[in-house]
């Protein structure tokens, strides 16, 4: 024991400042996250005590005969049978919105990094140009879209008008505000595919091309049989992170849709965010939210780990 | 591009010009034009929302809101005055500034530690951390930022910066570790163990000799840490209470509420929120590539 | 007063591990010899370096340089200096900085410093380079500044670890003498450590050969080649490699190609079954004739003409084919022609044996 801490103090001291804010700030909350998924917490009922000033200063308190206490599954039945909140319609959404958000993502990045790699003239300019979006703030952008697409005023309908068309009330029907959604968080994510993914291909060496041209291999042929393995450590680490960041993605939603209408776009973030913060703040159905939150994301993470160690590929 | 193939040297005058063969560096001009045709559309998709909303922030209010498209009408700085002397906008940029400018300092110092601890050394519990950082990309705020809450009013950090530059910290330290990891891995571990005969310990290596390498890997860190720090909206919506205390992602929403939204502010505000993104964005774009590279995406 | 360097039986295991990377080595390193380390690749040789320079642990054993045990000591603390394979040059310090770099941590004065540089730069010749960045340079002047940055700390040992291996050919060659020159030149107590055995056998004043963690024989280069301990040291030393092959024994002579070649009494006494392995070295091969004792026929399949040398790679004919190659070295300028059958003996005294079932060399008096 001694021994090791001789020789392992240096890493430890160095890891131990974010161990520290993890510990506090990830995990007792986590903890007392789930617990709470087990309780009926809410604004009202949150303190297990009420104190009074008596009038000599002092304060006494007697327990809060309404404090909240254990109610067991209540949380997770109410909000899976469609009680409490509309779990299945925003769990519907966050699908939607995950698979193509993340699929136009890759795609467009794996496109644009392909194009990035080759050798031509005015490539840093587009490289360059094509990252802007990411340095925007998330919020901003999402009032931009808002805005973009603004039924009296954006420049949407303002083109549809100009070109002799109606206007489109966006926000109006629930899957064309997912649409504008998507796009404002499809157009804010595509840079950071496009660099590692630009990464992963100028770590594929020049060789591998060169030999399969001398085998006679075409294009097309080239991209399936080495640029496409060569991307897979790349592929695999942005795809899953890429698919938490979307699943979590708090702010397009929160400020582009502001879940118009009447919530049938909210995602599960947004949702659980509602229910904490807005109106009487439901602590607990917050918590049993994140809690199917997190559940969700393991199981997909997990199964995602395993199809890729099957395939041989271990991150 | 479509560079000449080499010239054939003539010394007779009379010689025929040889056939111009296509060299392989050679592009077609059909293949050129559908590449920079399909890069000038995706440039024009990824700059349009930016430079619509600072061509209308320079709008009038009542320009802003007409339903006919126009690029220039009376350009006037009007909107940027309002912002600037008649809201909070002054105040919540500075609180920005700050938590953001402690939320990079901060979180380039945890995430370099630990990121080098994890590349350079096997000490117990290294793979468990690993998979903490890992995990923790997953929690979602919406698990995390009720207890949190509770801890903060506990400490009574609520509606105090503090609280949100630790609570940015818990977001981006583990992604920003784990990338740096990756990118000191690519330094050769030679350096260290000259340094070691040199007479550095290993916090003088990581120092002197690890950190001054990783400056592309620390550039990244840095765009990173920042950005989340000064978009982020949902803890600073939640932390903060008072109108003096709000950030640019807690305020800026004033400005649109949902009835009679205030565009004409809020282009304006939008972009002096973007500049100083962009600014640390120019600064590390160079190093985007390669930090990214040697960090992310290896596991 | 140059030190010595004693390994006692020094043992690393690597975690997770069975067998030791490099076990209970016992090797003493004298005062001002420039001892190689000769292995092939996974031998344990840069291990037990970097266990002398306290860059890996020492699981059992004793370290000491000079009488003082350095098994647990620091690598700064042992008053040692390295030149690694890829040079490890800092590359945001200039070259100065880097050779400096030792001495500034250790708080010398700047002059001391400036001054001690600068005659290491004079030595190597890299006084007009001082300023740049190691990017800059070739590969040789980065070797250089690599040796520098050790001369300049004055040590008691330099290690090095295949400091030539990424110089192009005829570079290493030049810088090989330089720094065996300069060795002697310092007389500082020297570990090497190569694959390549012909830069042990021209740099070295001793060569510890290694094999699978285990020290086989340390012995002068000639010593080495001459009374090899064992098959795998006799296989491992000399270019070309010596002649090694299994063949049958009867009444005291080695069936070679069918031709009957007398093993000496000592060997014949020491074998214990009814083989043995037999080894001579390319020189030790006369062209002969048929009708001469204990000539055997080969077929020349190529010859290696090299003007002072002459090589002959070919097939050993016969019924007992053990040992298929066979290089001799010839005369050269009048070699035979490709596909011709040509006779050897093997000259007195030349012959080597080794036990099949353990390799270890048998007495050939």
Redesign the interface.
């Known amino acids: 024991m001694r021994k ?1 801490f001789d020789k ?1 103090w ?3 001291a ?2 131990l ?3 520290v ?2 510990s ?3 995990f ?3 903890v ?3 617990y ?1 998924s087990f309780t009926d917490v809410n604004e009202s009922n949150q303190r297990s005590e009420i104190c009074k000033k008596t009038l000599g200063g002092d304060e006494v308190c007697t327990p809060n005969p309404k404090a909240s206490k254990f109610v067991g599954l209540d949380n997770y039945v109410d909000v899976l049978t469609g009680e409490q909140g509309h779990f299945w319609l925003q769990f519907t959404n966050t699908i939607v919105w995950t698979v193509a958000c993340v699929t136009f993502h890759y795609g ?1 990045g794996l ?2 990094a392909v ?2 790699n ?5 490539r840093s300019f ?1 490289r ?14 999402a ?6 697409f ?1 039924q ?2 954006g ?1 949407f ?3 549809l ?2 070109v002799g068309m109606d206007p489109v009330a966006w926000f109006d029907h629930r899957w064309s505000a997912l649409f504008t959604a998507i796009c404002a968080n499809i ?1 804010l994510g ?2 950071f595919m496009m ?2 993914i ?3 291909l ?2 594929i060496s020049a060789d591998l091309y060169e030999a399969a041209e001398m085998d006679g291999a075409s294009p097309w042929q080239r991209f399936r049989n080495i640029t496409l393995p060569g991307l897979r ?2 592929s695999s ?2 795809i899953l ?1 890429g698919t ?2 979307t ?2 993605m ?2 397009i939603i ?2 582009v849709t ?1 879940g118009q209408p009447a919530g049938q776009t909210e995602i ?2 947004t949702g ?2 509602r229910a ?2 807005e109106g009487i703040r439901d ?1 607990s159905l ?2 049993t ?3 199917l ?2 559940s969700i ?2 199981v997909y ?1 997990s199964v995602y780990k395993r199809m890729l160690s099957k395939q041989g590929e ?2 | 591009m479509s560079s000449m193939p080499p010239a054939t040297a003539t010394e007779t005058p009379a010689a025929v010009t040889p056939p111009r063969v296509r060299g392989r560096e050679d592009r077609s001009l059909l293949a050129s034009v559908a590449l920079h045709g399909t890069l000038i559309v995706a440039t024009f998709i990824a700059l349009f929302p930016v430079l619509w909303v600072m061509l209308s922030s320079i709008k009038p209010a009542s320009e802003i809101r007409r339903t006919e498209i126009s690029l220039f009408a009376s350009p006037t700085l009007e909107n940027y005055r309002k912002v600037l002397f008649d809201t909070n906008f002054p105040q919540w940029f500075l609180n920005s500034v700050i938590v953001a400018a402690f939320t990079m300092v901060i979180g380039i110092a945890m995430s370099a530690s630990a990121g080098y601890a994890l590349s350079r050394f096997n000490f117990p519990g290294k793979r468990g951390l690993m998979w903490v950082f890992l995990l923790t990309q997953m929690f979602p705020v919406a698990i995390l930022i009720v207890p949190i809450y509770t801890i903060m009013a506990n400490l009574g950090l609520i509606d105090t910066k503090a609280s949100l530059v630790i609570a940015y910290c818990t977001v981006a330290v583990p992604f920003c570790a784990w990338m740096l990891r990756g990118y000191f891995d690519t330094i050769p571990r030679e350096l260290d163990e000259a340094a070691a005969l040199d007479g550095l310990g290993p916090f003088g290596t990581f120092y002197r000799v690890i950190l001054p390498l990783a400056r592309p890997g620390l550039a990244v860190t840095a765009f990173y840490t920042f950005l989340t720090a000064w978009g982020e909206v949902a803890y600073a919506i939640a932390f903060m209470q008072t109108d003096d205390h709000y950030t640019l992602g807690a305020g800026l929403q004033q400005f649109v509420p949902q009835f009679s939204p205030r565009w004409d502010l809020l282009t304006a505000g939008a972009v002096l929120i973007t500049i100083p993104a962009a600014i640390v964005f120019f600064f590390a774009q160079k190093h985007l590539v390669a930090g990214l590279t040697a960090g992310g995406t290896k596991g | 007063m140059p030190t010595s360097v004693t390994f006692d039986q020094a043992t690393r295991i690597y975690p997770g591990m069975t067998t030791p990377a490099v076990s209970a080595l016992d090797l003493e390193v004298r005062p001002g010899e420039f001892l190689v380390l000769v292995g092939p690749s996974g031998s344990g040789k840069s291990t037990a370096l970097r266990m002398l320079a306290g860059l890996e642990d020492v699981n059992q054993g004793r370290i000491l340089i000079g009488d003082k045990d350095v098994t647990h000591l620091r690598p700064k603390d042992r008053d040692i200096a390295m030149v690694f394979q890829n040079y490890a040059l800092y590359p945001h310090m200039s070259v100065a900085e880097n050779m400096g770099f030792a001495l500034k941590i250790a708080g010398s004065p700047k002059a001391d410093i400036e001054a001690r540089v600068l005659e290491a730069a004079k030595i190597l010749d890299l006084v007009d380079y001082l300023d740049r960045k190691p990017k800059a340079l070739s590969g040789g002047q980065r070797q250089r500044v690599a040796m520098g940055r050790a001369i300049v700390r004055q040590p008691q040992v330099f290690l090095m670890d295949e400091p030539l291996s990424n110089l192009d050919a005829k570079l290493r060659v030049s810088t090989r003498t330089q720094i065996a020159s300069l060795q002697r030149r310092l007389d500082t107590t020297t570990v090497y450590v190569t694959h390549d055995q012909v830069e042990a056998m021209t740099m070295g004043d001793r060569v510890a050969v290694l094999k699978d963690g285990l020290l086989q024989q340390v012995d002068t280069p000639l010593g080495l080649y001459d009374n090899p301990t064992n098959a795998f040291v006799a296989g491992f030393i000399g270019s070309p490699a010596m002649n090694l092959g299994t063949f049958t024994v009867a009444d005291g002579h080695a069936l070679i190609g069918g031709a009957k070649v007398p093993l000496p009494r000592s060997t014949v006494g020491a074998i214990t079954g009814d083989q043995v392995q037999v080894g001579f070295r390319p020189e030790a091969l006369e062209l002969s004739s048929e009708t001469d004792p204990g000539s055997f026929p080969v077929e020349a399949l190529v010859i290696e003409e090299l003007g002072s040398d002459a090589f002959l790679y070919g097939n050993l004919i016969g019924d007992d084919l053990r040992a298929d190659h066979i290089v001799a070295r010839i005369a050269p300028r009048s070699v035979p022609a490709k596909g011709a059958k040509v006779w050897f003996t093997i000259a007195p005294g030349r012959i080597h044996a080794f036990d099949v079932e353990t390799g270890d060399a048998l007495p050939t008096d």
């Open positions: 090791s392992h240096y890493a430890w160095m890891v400042p974010t161990v804010v993890l506090v700030l990830v007792a909350p986590l007392q996250g789930v709470q467009l496109g644009l194009m990035l080759r050798r031509f003239r005015g587009y360059v140009a094509l990252i802007v979006p990411w340095a925007v703030p998330a919020f901003v952008a009032f931009a879209w808002r805005w973009i603004d009296q005023f420049i309908n303002g083109v008008k100009a157009w595509v840079p660099v590692a630009l990464g992963g100028q770590s450590p790349v680490t942005v992170l938490i960041w699943f979590n708090f702010p929160y400020f502001r599960l973030v659980a965010y904490g913060f602590y917050a918590a939210y994140g809690v939150i997190l994301l393991i993470a271990v991150f």
